[in-house]
């Protein structure tokens, strides 16, 4: 009787774990092309602002990168993930860091890349569980399979929380600058990316001085950078055989 039981539970489980990858293949496949049109976080701020009996503020515009600024492209990797050309999702050498950091009692210091970001924004939920976590490296790392680096972006900027209400870089710009995305000025690409750790404390316009002091540091990066994000600088010989005219570059000159 009792392996009869085992053995059904067994079977439920893996069958369920079947499904769940197969399904999540499929989802993140049909997100390489297909606009995110709502995340599990919009879905909960809007819960959350409802029990708050101060009415539902969603701005969310979807955006094609090639009407998001460059500099803002850039200003996040300079803020948020400095190695994001380099890893396959995950920055091991942030990791180490961080821990070892946090094991000062110091700090507390994250490690997330734009890719695991991306991954919790658009397939999971918020919180700090084992299981959460290790769904977001499941989903991180299909996202960096099957999703090219300009299209993690791409999703990344018209996804993450910029404001009360606010997803997106296109919102985030209308809400913070009264302009499109696209004509972001360097100053105010990194005014955006510097209220990026805490968007529902923090404001990009009028800027507290901690993040006038953030927005300065994000600004020397992209200096560092060249003020110019290539796509294709860490890509393998052959992709970068591919004729210059059809490579992907964001340049904030």
């Not at 460059?70 to 920055?91: F, I, T």
Request: proline residues 4%; aromatic residues 10%.
């Amino acid at each position: 009787m009792l392996r009869k039981i085992l053995g059904k539970t067994w079977t439920i489980l893996w069958k369920t774990c079947v499904i769940f990858i197969i399904l999540s293949i499929v989802s993140v496949i049909a997100f390489r092309w297909v606009p995110v049109p709502i995340t599990p976080l919009m879905l909960i701020r809007n819960v959350e602002q409802m029990g708050g009996n101060k009415g539902v503020v969603m701005k969310h515009d979807w955006v094609p990168l090639e009407q998001i600024s460059p500099k803002l492209q850039l200003a996040v990797v300079c803020s948020e993930d400095q190695n994001y050309l380099k890893h396959y999702g995950l920055d091991f050498g942030a990791i180490e860091k961080a821990m070892k950091e946090n094991e000062k009692g110091k700090r507390t210091r994250g490690a997330s890349t734009i890719s695991q970001q991306t991954a919790k924004n658009v397939f999971l939920w918020p919180g700090r569980s084992y299981l959460r976590k290790g769904l977001e490296v499941w989903f991180t790392l299909l996202i960096e399979t099957f999703w090219s680096k300009e299209r993690i972006m791409e999703v990344y900027l018209n996804s993450i929380e910029m404001g009360k209400g606010i997803y997106g870089a296109e919102a985030a710009s209308q809400h913070w600058f009264h302009k499109s995305a696209s004509k972001l000025s360097k100053d105010e690409a990194a005014a955006i990316a510097a209220i990026l750790p805490n968007p529902l404390q923090y404001k990009a316009n009028p800027p507290s001085s901690y993040i006038t002091g953030r927005k300065a540091w994000i600004k020397q990066q992209m200096n560092f950078w060249g003020n110019k994000l290539d796509y294709n600088k860490y890509k393998d010989d052959e992709e970068e055989e591919v004729p210059a005219g059809k490579r992907a570059s964001a340049s904030t000159d």
